[in-house]
C-alpha cells in the first residue's frame, strides 16, 4: 500500500522541524521585544523580563515537542488507520499540539509572573 509510510513520514518531519526550531530558539534568542522574531503574544511582550523567559521556556517547549512528535509518530506508525484514520491523527496533532503548547506556555508566564 503507498500509504503505508504517510503517518511516519508527516509526523516524522513536523517532529524534526519542532524539534530544530527550537534548538534555533535557544541558540539564538530574540534579545529585544519585536513583532516579527521569537514567541510573540501580548503576555510575553510585557516586559524584557517576561520576554526573555518566555523565548527561553518555548525553545524548550519546541524541542520537547518535537521529540514527542517524532514518537507518537514512530508509535501510530505502526498500526493500519488507513488513509483517513492517518490523515485524521495528523491533522489533530499538527494543529493541536501547538494550540496546546501555546495554551500551556501562556498558563506558566500567568504563574510565573502574575503581574503582568
Request: hydrophobic share 45%; net charge positive; with cysteine.
Amino acid at each position: 500500500m503507498e500509504n503505508d509510510y504517510l503517518i511516519w513520514i508527516t509526523l516524522g518531519t513536523i517532529g524534526l522541524i519542532f524539534w530544530i526550531g527550537g534548538l534555533y530558539f535557544e541558540k539564538y534568542p530574540p534579545k529585544k521585544i519585536n513583532w516579527l522574531y521569537g514567541y510573540r503574544t501580548k503576555r510575553s511582550m510585557r516586559n524584557i523580563e517576561v520576554w526573555t523567559f518566555a523565548q527561553a521556556y518555548v525553545a524548550k517547549a519546541m524541542q520537547s515537542m518535537g521529540l514527542r512528535t517524532l514518537l507518537i509518530g514512530g508509535v501510530l506508525g505502526c498500526f493500519d488507520f488507513g488513509f483517513v484514520g492517518q490523515f485524521t491523527l495528523i491533522l489533530l496533532i499538527t494543529i493541536g499540539y501547538p494550540i496546546w503548547m501555546i495554551f500551556s506556555i501562556e498558563r506558566v508566564l500567568k504563574q510565573k509572573f502574575p503581574d503582568t
